[in-house]
Each structure stands twice: as C-alpha cells, then as structure tokens.
C-alpha cells in the first residue's frame, strides 16, 4: 500500500474524542490473541511471500486448508497471471471462502497475504533488494481471519461472512525510485483482478472490512482518510463496534492518513470498504518505522494489537 499526504487531516478529528476512561467490554469473546500469533508466525515460516514464489505457493495452499479445516464453504483459489508496473510477470492466488452462505445480509473481511519484493525502505541500500518477512504487512491481517474463521464452525456468525485474501498487494512502485501520478495503480493487482472477476457474490455484500498491518506494537488505528469520505457510516459501525469492545484507545476517534490500499479499488467499484491500518505513527507520521523494512518480522508482532482487531470484529459481527 502506499500513503498520500493530505495536509492536515492526519491530526484532523471527525468525531467527538473518545472518552480517556477505556469501557467494560459488554461481553465475553472467543478470539485468542495467542492463536492468532502463531498464524503470523507460521506465514513467516514459509519466507517472503512474493507473489509466484515456492514460499508463496506454500503459502496459499496451507491458507486453503486452513478455512477448509474450519468449514468454510466455496473456497476458492483464483489463479491468473498478472502484469506489474516494471513487467514483471506475476504468478497469483487469490482465495476465497464464506461462512453462512445463506444469509442475506453479508459482510466481506479482506487482507492481503503477499509480501513485498524489496525492502525499499531499508537506510542501507544493500538490503534493498532482499524481501521482507512482511509480518505486520500481510500475515497479520490474514492470522486476524483466520482466528475468526477458526470460531466460526462452533460459534457461527449471526450475518453472513465472505473472506477474500488476496495476492499482489505489495508490488507496487518503489519508493526509492521516480514516481508519477498514475503510479497509484501499480498496487492492488490482485483486488483490481478480483473485482473484474470475482468469485463471491458482491451484489449481497453490505460492506467490507481491510485489515492491513494490525499486529504492530503499540499501534492504533484512526479512522483512514478515504474509509472516512467514502463510507463514514461503515466506519462509524466498526468505531463504535471497538469502543463496546473495550478497545476505544486502540480506536481513536479521529482522521488518519490517505492510503491507497485494497478497500479504494471496492469503493470505485460502488463497494462501501473501509480500512483499518496504521496509518498515522507518532514516530514517522504515516506507517509504522518497520515498514516496508526488513524490520517488519516477528520480533514487531504484538498479541495485544492482533486481540483489540479480532475482538473489535468479532463484537462487529455478533450484530
């Protein structure tokens, strides 16, 4: 994903500040923070996951059978090949998967599983060319959906859930090198792909939710820019879903950064999607210090973080 500056609104609020007294939670939850991990964890464990490496294709196949495992119906795992920006021919899967297919009234979760090919923001030009781990930048968003969908054979859903993990995300144009205005699609490839075909019905969904670097220390989650003037009312329903929750601090409720991430592409296709990313770091004001680093490896992973995103969820979903 990459970030674009708009001015201000980083520090701007949209709402009234959230109370500095955490709440109760108003319920018990079955998401385990330590399960989550090892799912980081384990997509670790297989390497970088560049889209069209062994790594990758291990990858995929073990995040198949993980959902199979937990009883989801349609799985699904879309292969194509793709183009990116400097014609580099890419080998992806996206995978697909729902939980109560018969309900009427469904709601998309989304992350995206590959890694990014360079660490491009490395102050040492030698690791630049290496690929990350991309264990807060891909693996943590998917081992938030797959300790939901792990509860989700017991304990189902009351609305329906569609699951889409999608491959490259995080090819998109260097930052150490020239960048142009349209350089903004160079990112995304495999939700662009998606959306011209999919494999879920989009026509039942209400809306749906990216999760994207929600395992990083410390981190919280404002309101992102575009999730904001898109679909304030979708992301008013995860805010207030997080405050019930007990995780209001973790949720301030103020604007973050623009980012151009996977949810843009289902907002240009008239698919209300928000993001929940950290997109406004006390440290560097945008992302995370380990981002697109080879920093962003376990050692940054935080059960804590991965808990407030997958119980904010989960009290989402329990409506």
């Not at 992102?224 to 207030?240: G, L, R, T």
């Amino acid at each position: 994903m990459a970030i674009i500056a708009m001015g201000g609104c980083s520090s701007a609020g949209t709402k009234a500040a959230t109370a500095t007294a955490e709440a109760a939670p108003e319920r018990n939850f079955n998401f385990n923070a330590d399960s989550a991990y090892q799912f980081v964890t384990q997509q670790v464990a297989f390497g970088p996951r560049v889209p069209g490496s062994a790594s990758a294709k291990a990858c995929a196949k073990w995040i198949e059978d993980k959902l199979k495992s937990y009883g989801a119906d349609s799985v699904t795992a879309q292969r194509t090949t793709l183009t990116a920006y400097n014609g580099d021919r890419l080998d992806i899967t996206n995978i697909s998967a729902q939980f109560n297919p018969s309900a009427s009234d469904r709601v998309l979760l989304l992350a995206h599983w590959d890694t990014r090919p360079w660490a491009d923001q490395e102050a040492d030009a030698d690791l630049r060319e290496k690929p990350i781990d991309g264990a807060n930048d891909g693996a943590s968003g998917v081992a938030v959906i797959l300790e939901l969908a792990r509860h989700f054979a017991q304990n189902p859903p009351k609305c329906g859930v569609d699951i889409l993990l999608v491959d490259a995300e995080d090819y998109g144009r260097r930052s150490d090198q020239p960048q142009l205005d349209e350089d903004t699609d160079s990112w995304a490839l495999g939700t662009q792909y998606w959306l011209e075909h999919p494999t879920l019905d989009l026509d039942r969904v209400q809306y749906a939710v990216l999760l994207d670097m929600v395992g990083g220390k410390d981190a919280v989650f404002p309101r992102e820019y575009h999730s904001e003037y898109a679909c304030p009312s979708v992301n008013d329903k995860v805010w207030q879903a997080a405050r019930k929750a007990g995780h209001g601090k973790r949720f301030p409720d103020r604007l973050g950064g623009a980012v151009v991430d996977d949810h843009v592409y289902f907002i240009m296709a008239r698919i209300p999607a928000i993001d929940i990313i950290e997109s406004n770091n006390p440290t560097t004001g945008t992302f995370p210090p380990a981002w697109h680093t080879h920093a962003d490896n376990l050692s940054n992973i935080d059960p804590a973080t991965l808990r407030a995103v997958g119980e904010t969820l989960e009290q989402l979903l329990s409506k």
